[in-house]
C-alpha cells in the first residue's frame, strides 16, 4: 500500500485512487445498518436513500458495490484484512465465493443536469431532456459495470463487442436501434443521445433547431436486467444496483420528478440515491416521517444510535491511518496524553482551591449552617486536583442549598446531609468550572476526539490531521511524540476557529446562522456556568415548546410562515450538521422533545461540555430574535 506523510489528510473516498488502499482503510461497521435492511427485507428491489450531511461516508458507501472495488475484494477474499468486508457482503448476497452477485451501476449528479433548467424551453421539455439524459448514462454505466465484471482480459471497446443485449421493446422505449443487439450499439446509442443534449446546453441556437431526444420516462432501470445481457454468449447471474451519488446537486425540479418517478413505478429493481441533507425541504430536516414511501438510512443517525461502534470504528481508522504514514509514527491515540500533568499546573490548581476557600471563609461569617460541611472537605488530603474538584463540588452545594427558601431557619447541616448531595456525577462539571476559570486543560485524549467528532467521520479526521502532524513535526525535532494535553486542547481549538471562519463561505444564510449560533452558544455559556450548576455536565441544546396562544390556531411552529427565517436557519443548521435533533422523553408522563443539540465543535469553541443531557425549552419566538442579524 502507498504510503503519506500524513494520512489523516486524505479525506474523500473519491481521492483514494487505489480500490485495495480504499478497502484496508474502509471500516464496515455501517454495513450493519443494510443488514438491518436486509433482515425486514427491504434492501432489494427497493427505493433507498442515503442521507447526511457533508463527510459522513456516503460516497464511501457507494463505492463499496461499484464493481472494480468487488473484485478486488473477491480476488483477495481470503486476506486477514478483507475478510471481516466480504463474509457481510456474502451474507447480504451480494458476493459469494466466486462471483459479484449485485453489479453496482454508480452515476455521480454533477454532471451538468441543473444547466438543462437553463434552457429555453418549457418546463415539460426540460423534465423530457433530463430523463433522456438520465437514461443515456444510465445505459453507459451499465455497460462499463458490464466490462468491468467481465472475467475476459481485453479492452473496453473489444469487451463491448462481446456483450449482447435482448429486449422486445414493446413500449417504444429505444428509437434508432433494433434488438439483440451487441454492447458497442447500445453504446453508441446512448452516447449519441447525450451528445445531443449536450449541445443543446452548450449551443447559441435555439434548442428547436438542434432536436434532442427527450424521454417521457426514466425507463434505463426497468429495462436493464441482468437477464437481458449475455457477455460471450453466457448469460449474467445477478440483479443490477442503480446507485446515484450527490443527487443534491440536482435542481429542486430534477430531485422530484425523480422522487415521484421512482415511488410511482415501483419497479422491480434496486435504486440507491446519496444525497446532502442541505437538499431536502428546509421543513423535512426539522421534523421525522414515520410513513415514507422509500427507505431513509441517515448515517450520523445510525452512528448516534451506536456510540460504542462508532468509537471502535474511529480507533480502527485512526491506527489504519496512522500505520501507512511514511514516517513511522504507527500509531494515533497511543501518543494523546489522557491526563493533564498535575505538577505543571500546581499553582493554577492553587489558585482554583483558594478561590473556594476564600468563598468559604464568607460562608462562615454569614452562617454556621456549613461549618460541618467545610470542616469535612478541609480535613480530605487529596492530590491537587482531586482538592481542587472537591472543593469546587462543595461551593456548587451551598450555592443551590442556600437558593431554596428552607434555609431560613439555621439549622446546621450534618456531613451525612453533604454526603447525601455529593454525587460523583457532579466531578464532571466542576471539572469544568475549574479548567474554565484558570485556563486548565479540558478537552484532550482519544475519548473526547471521538465525541468531539459529532458521528462525522470526515469531522474526525480533519481534527485528527492537526493532531498528527503535530505528533510528526516532534518526531522529525528530536522531541517527545506524545502530545501533552495543553496542546491537544490548543490545536483542537485552532481548527475549531478555522471552522468557525469558514462557516461564512459555506452556508446559505450564512450571516443568520452566524448570529443564531453565536446568541445560543452564549445562552448555553450563561446556563452552563451559573454558580449553582443546575445542569450536571452544563447545556448544549435547545427544545422548542410553544403555548398556544387563544384564538391562535393549533399549528407547528414550522407550519408559521412568519417564521421561515428561524425555519431556514436551523434547516441549515440540521443539513451541515452544526446543529443535530435528539428525542429526549422528559417527566413521568414520557413526553417527547425534539433537543436541537450543538455539534462538538461548537461546544469546543463556546467553552462547554461535550456531555449531552442539559438543554432548556425556548420558544420559537425567543429563537427567531437570535436570527436577527
Not at 432536436?211 to 443490477?240: A, Y
Request: hydrophobic share 35%; charged share 30%; aromatic share 12%.
Amino acid at each position: 500500500m502507498s504510503k503519506l506523510r500524513n494520512p489523516f489528510r486524505l479525506r474523500a473516498s473519491e481521492k483514494i485512487e487505489s480500490d485495495s488502499n480504499f478497502l484496508k482503510l474502509y471500516n464496515p461497521t455501517v454495513l450493519e445498518a443494510l443488514q438491518e435492511f436486509e433482515k425486514n427485507g427491504k434492501l432489494w428491489n427497493n427505493v433507498i436513500y442515503i442521507h447526511s450531511s457533508p463527510g459522513a461516508g456516503k460516497t464511501s458507501l457507494l463505492r463499496i458495490f461499484e464493481p472494480n472495488t468487488l473484485s478486488t475484494l473477491l480476488n483477495n477474499k481470503t486476506a486477514t484484512e478483507y475478510k471481516t468486508l466480504f463474509s457481510i457482503l456474502r451474507k447480504l448476497g451480494v458476493v459469494d465465493d466466486n462471483d459479484i452477485k449485485i453489479m453496482g451501476v454508480s452515476l455521480v449528479c454533477t454532471r451538468n443536469y441543473e444547466i438543462l433548467e437553463e434552457l429555453d424551453v418549457s418546463a415539460a421539455q426540460k423534465k423530457r431532456y433530463f430523463f433522456s439524459l438520465l437514461n443515456a448514462r444510465i445505459v453507459l454505466s451499465a455497460l462499463k459495470t458490464l466490462v468491468g465484471i467481465s472475467k475476459y482480459n481485453r479492452s473496453f471497446s473489444d469487451t463491448l463487442e462481446t456483450i449482447t443485449y435482448h429486449y422486445e421493446d414493446k413500449d417504444n422505449y429505444f428509437r434508432g436501434i433494433e434488438f439483440p443487439c451487441n454492447g458497442r450499439d447500445l453504446y453508441n446509442w446512448a452516447s449519441e443521445i447525450e451528445r445531443k443534449v449536450y449541445e443543446a446546453i452548450d449551443s447559441f441556437l435555439p434548442v428547436s433547431e438542434i432536436k434532442p431526444i427527450g424521454h417521457d420516462e426514466l425507463f434505463s432501470m426497468e429495462v436493464l436486467k441482468p437477464e437481458n445481457f449475455t457477455i460471450n454468449e453466457k448469460h449474467l447471474d445477478g440483479q443490477f444496483l442503480f446507485m446515484l451519488d450527490d443527487a443534491h446537486k440536482l435542481s429542486s425540479n430534477q430531485r422530484q420528478s425523480l422522487k415521484k418517478y421512482l415511488i410511482e413505478k415501483r419497479g422491480n429493481f434496486n435504486v440507491w440515491i446519496s444525497e446532502r441533507l442541505e437538499a431536502l425541504d428546509p421543513v423535512d430536516n426539522l421534523r421525522s416521517f414515520e410513513e415514507r414511501d422509500y427507505e431513509e438510512l441517515n448515517i450520523e443517525k445510525f452512528w448516534s444510535d451506536k456510540p460504542e461502534k462508532f468509537e471502535k470504528i474511529l480507533s480502527s481508522i485512526a491506527e489504519k491511518r496512522a500505520a501507512t504514514s511514511t514516517e513511522e509514527v504507527t500509531s494515533f491515540s497511543d501518543f494523546l496524553r489522557e491526563r493533564i500533568e498535575e505538577q505543571d499546573y500546581q499553582s493554577d490548581l492553587m489558585n482554583a482551591i483558594e478561590k473556594s476557600t476564600e468563598y468559604f471563609t464568607k460562608i462562615k461569617e454569614a452562617t454556621s449552617k456549613f461549618d460541618q460541611w467545610i470542616s469535612y472537605v478541609e480535613s480530605q488530603q487529596l492530590p491537587t486536583l482531586e482538592k481542587a474538584i472537591l472543593y469546587k463540588k462543595l461551593e456548587i452545594l451551598i450555592v443551590r442549598t442556600m437558593n431554596k427558601q428552607q434555609l431560613a431557619f439555621e439549622f446546621p447541616l450534618t456531613e451525612q446531609e453533604l454526603f447525601d448531595k455529593m454525587k460523583s456525577e457532579m466531578d464532571g462539571i466542576s471539572k469544568l468550572f475549574i479548567s474554565n476559570e484558570n485556563a486548565i486543560p479540558y478537552y484532550y485524549g482519544f475519548n473526547d476526539l471521538v465525541k468531539l467528532a459529532s458521528n462525522n467521520i470526515e469531522q474526525f479526521l480533519t481534527f485528527s490531521a492537526n493532531l498528527f502532524e503535530e505528533m510528526l513535526s516532534n518526531k522529525l525535532g528530536g522531541y517527545q511524540t506524545d502530545l501533552e494535553a495543553k496542546d491537544q486542547q490548543r490545536i483542537l481549538k485552532e481548527v475549531a476557529n478555522s471552522k468557525w471562519v469558514e462557516l461564512s463561505k459555506l452556508l446559505p444564510f450564512s450571516d443568520k446562522v452566524i448570529q443564531f449560533l453565536t446568541r445560543l452558544g452564549d445562552f448555553c455559556f450563561r446556563e452552563t456556568y451559573r454558580p449553582n450548576a443546575p445542569y450536571r455536565e452544563g447545556v448544549t441544546g435547545f427544545a422548542i415548546k410553544d403555548h398556544l396562544l387563544l384564538f391562535r390556531q393549533s399549528e407547528e411552529w414550522y407550519e408559521d410562515s412568519a417564521k421561515q427565517p428561524l425555519i431556514d436557519v436551523l434547516s441549515t443548521c440540521v443539513a451541515f450538521n452544526l446543529l443535530e435533533i435528539k428525542k429526549i422523553k422528559q417527566g413521568s408522563a414520557g413526553e417527547i422533545n425534539h433537543v436541537f443539540y450543538l455539534n462538538r465543535w461548537l461546544c469546543l469553541r463556546f467553552n462547554l461540555s461535550f456531555a449531552y443531557g442539559g438543554w432548556r425549552h425556548k420558544s420559537s419566538d425567543e429563537l427567531y430574535k437570535w436570527t436577527k442579524v
